[in-house]
């Protein structure tokens, strides 16, 4: 069953300050957890993983922590733009399969 | 390079009809992942396909849902005599062979918005 969930529904940031938008799981056999944005009427889309040996990741403009001690995921975007308004999704995965289970997402909202 | 390409985009059936969703995943992978989103909620894992196989379908309702993925073709997601509660939108996702570790990338189509009438 689903095991992955989000402490703030909607976040609404001001154009050019950082957003963070955390996730709690609550599988400690997760291995490996990506960061999807999705727009209106489109599908998910890869913004950056990270994998249980590690506790940080950066990429461009974004970095997600991982605390494994506290089973508790952000994903920190830095510059928020307008573009950048969306969902996002923290998945978890935990077999050995690709199999990912969802949180009910995050919805970004960017004030020009 | 296509991506994961679902068909149709939109589809409207009446209560008791069937609705197929089709899902072409990325060339070369061979693993297809169907999920369901209801409005303002996450992604529901449905089932895990390879070619000719079903490896997990936990996610799937006993009744009325079937998934495939043959050989040659697209994966098809098919529901019978659907009703209301059905209406949401299908996403199929895709990854490339993992080896057995999994860590891989899953790719997402743009979905299926299904609405029951």
């Known amino acids: 069953g689903e095991s992955v969930g989000l402490h703030l529904p909607t976040l609404s940031v001001q154009e050019g300050d950082n957003s963070i938008i955390n996730c709690a799981y609550s599988?400690?056999?997760?291995?490996?957890f990506i960061w999807y944005k999705q727009e209106s009427g489109k599908g998910p889309q890869f913004i950056i993983d990270?994998?249980?040996?590690?506790d940080k990741r950066q990429g461009q403009r974004v970095t997600v922590l991982l605390n494994k001690t506290v089973k508790h995921l952000s994903l920190q975007i830095a510059a928020t733009q307008p573009g950048d308004s969306a969902v996002y999704f923290c998945a978890e995965k935990y077999d050995n399969f690709n199999k990912f289970y969802f949180g009910s997402g995050t919805k970004l909202n960017v004030k020009p | 390079n296509a991506g994961v390409m679902q068909n149709p985009r939109h589809l409207v059936r009446r209560r008791g009809q069937e609705a197929r969703l089709r899902c072409s995943p990325v060339k070369g992978h061979s693993h297809v992942y169907w999920y369901r989103q209801l409005p303002e909620e996450g992604l529901k894992f449905m089932v895990y396909?390879?070619?000719?196989?079903?490896?997990?379908e936990s996610g799937m309702p006993k009744e009325r849902f079937s998934a495939e993925f043959p050989k040659e073709g697209p994966s098809i997601l098919r529901i019978q005599q659907v009703v209301r509660g059905d209406s949401a939108a299908y996403f199929c996702a895709s990854s490339p062979p993992s080896g057995g570790l999994g860590d891989t990338e899953a790719f997402f189509g743009q979905g299926t918005r299904l609405t029951v009438v």
């Open positions: 990270i994998r249980s040996n590690m």
């Open positions: 396909l390879q070619k000719e196989n079903i490896i997990d």
């Open positions: 599988n400690s056999a997760s291995d490996y």
